[in-house]
């Protein structure tokens, strides 16, 4: 069992978007929906204890991309979640609570959810120190944002059992690789929150 402050623990659930989790979203993948339940087990368990939640929301303006030189997720992927589509919004299983100070919903742009963003700066301002990390897609957003963590010297570390995937090798090289180079893996059920506050 590993223990964390709630006082300084922020669980960050990563792009939990239709567009991702759905069957109907464009890039949909079985392992990112599977991941859904989990999530909203680690969330609830976060709320309970009085730890902060941090939601991220990947949307892009349809011109985004017209001007890269190089970084054209389009390209790359197809359009998807697209500013003020279906697509873009968080499934809704898991629904913020923006009227509590301790819940942040992050608009992100790009695979790490520090790049351009207020994540840092809020983060700081409520002295979180650990992030608990979970969401889709493993291998992408999740450990790019986790690595931005890091060497932003928060203590990132990867619940396994709520981070979604295309393919579970895909899951397997991000914990391996986020627990060898910059953070910590544990399961869901080994997460504990200090209750003596």
Avoid at 40 to 49: I, S, T
Avoid at 81 to 93: I, K, M, R
Avoid at 137 to 147: D, E, I, K, Q, S
């Amino acid at each position: 069992m590993t223990q964390f402050d709630p006082d300084n623990t922020a669980v960050v659930v990563v792009d939990m978007q239709n567009g991702f989790c759905h069957p109907d979203g464009s890039l949909y993948a079985p392992g990112s929906e599977d991941a859904i339940e989990p999530c909203v087990d680690l969330v609830e368990r976060a709320r309970e204890a009085g730890a902060s939640v941090v939601f991220t929301r990947d949307v892009h303006p349809p011109e985004q991309f017209e001007d890269s030189h190089y970084y054209d997720e389009f390209e790359r992927w197809g359009e998807h979640v697209l500013e003020g589509s279906w697509e873009a919004e968080l499934v809704a299983e898991l629904e913020p609570r923006t009227d509590h100070d301790e819940e942040l919903v992050v608009v992100k742009h790009t695979y790490d959810a520090f790049y351009e963003t207020q994540l840092e700066g809020w983060l700081d301002a409520h002295g979180i120190d650990d992030l608990l990390f979970s969401g889709t897609l493993a291998n992408v957003c999740v450990l790019h944002t986790a690595g931005s963590a890091g060497l932003r010297d928060y203590h990132p570390v990867l619940v396994e059992d709520p981070i979604g995937y295309i393919e579970q090798a895909h899951h397997e090289y991000a914990l391996d690789h986020a627990d060898w180079l910059f953070g910590d893996v544990v399961a869901l059920e080994d997460v504990a929150f200090e209750t003596d506050r």
